[in-house]
């Protein structure tokens, strides 16, 4: 049975600040294994002018009983048949940050190709771009047995190690992250022969990262191409100095979008 779309939306969309009257939407996209919760707050910390919408995959939160996507296309395929119709309301930009890097990327190419919509902006984080060689070449992670796969996890940082250290948790935490890596490393994307869009992009990323191809992003799009380079490395934007700088960034150019957008 078919959801009605207030439901579809809420199971969804984690979006703490309902803001009928905002001029721009910002959609969020979770990092491997996440959840909505860190983006949703945003909504707490931004002006009345943004309403954020964080989105929520299965099987984690409200939607843990539901089997993970397998694929690029059924995130694709469900976030924008939820969206589609409030994306036609007011302008909007995607934020992602590594795995949401690539969601946001995706979303934003079916909603140009197929409906003709793009974001105002998009803003990307810590990762390199779909199309470039680095991304290629990279190891696969999701099929590193879990004591493997912890070891890289430690090794990148984010993951708080009482996390790590606890079975039970880990229990819950793991298939998530590598369903979402199984999903973006077998993503496939060609290099665009011309820039499928024509809006600002803007990636972050953490100096202390591991290096990832920004640069390659550039082709996506024929509009304005920024990079910003941020202290610390793979999760810097969990550090509240770093998210200042962010949201600052975000509400700066969603509150002059809408002047273009007119």
């Known amino acids: 049975m078919e959801l009605p779309a207030s ?17 721009a939407r910002l959609i969020c996209f979770p990092w491997a294994g996440g959840g909505s919760i860190h983006y949703a707050r945003w909504g707490n910390i931004l002006n009345s002018s943004i309403e954020v919408f964080a989105v929520k995959l299965p099987g984690r939160e409200s939607r843990a009983k539901e089997p993970f996507f397998l ?30 890097a690539f969601t946001s990327f995706a979303v934003a190419d079916a909603l140009k190709k197929i409906h003709n919509l793009e974001p105002v902006h998009i803003f990307l984080s810590g990762a390199s771009a779909p199309h470039s060689e680095t991304r290629i070449k990279a190891p696969k992670r999701s ?17 708080p190690p009482e996390l790590l250290s606890n079975p039970e948790v880990l229990k819950l935490f793991l298939p998530a992250l590598k369903a979402d890596l199984h ?8 290099k665009p022969d011309v820039p499928l869009l024509s809006c600002p992009v803007t990636c972050f990323d953490g100096k202390e990262d591991v290096p990832h191809d920004l640069q390659a992003w550039k082709d996506i799009t024929s509009g304005d191409f920024t990079t910003r380079m941020l202290d610390g490395s793979h999760f810097y934007l969990k550090d509240s100095g770093n998210e200042k700088v962010l949201l600052d960034y975000i509400t700066k150019h969603l509150e002059t979008s809408e002047m273009d957008y007119l």
């Open 71 to 100: 694929n690029m296309q059924q995130i694709v395929d469900e976030v924008v048949g939820v969206l589609l119709p409030v994306l036609k309301e007011k302008p909007f930009a995607l934020f992602g940050h590594s795995f949401g």
């Open 183 to 190: 999903v973006v490393e077998n993503y496939r994307c060609e």
């Open 7 to 23: 439901n579809r939306m809420e199971k969804v969309i984690n979006c703490f600040q309902k803001r009928p009257d905002a001029v």
């Open 143 to 159: 099929e590193l047995s879990d004591e493997d796969f912890l070891k890289w996890l430690m090794s990148i940082g984010g993951t």
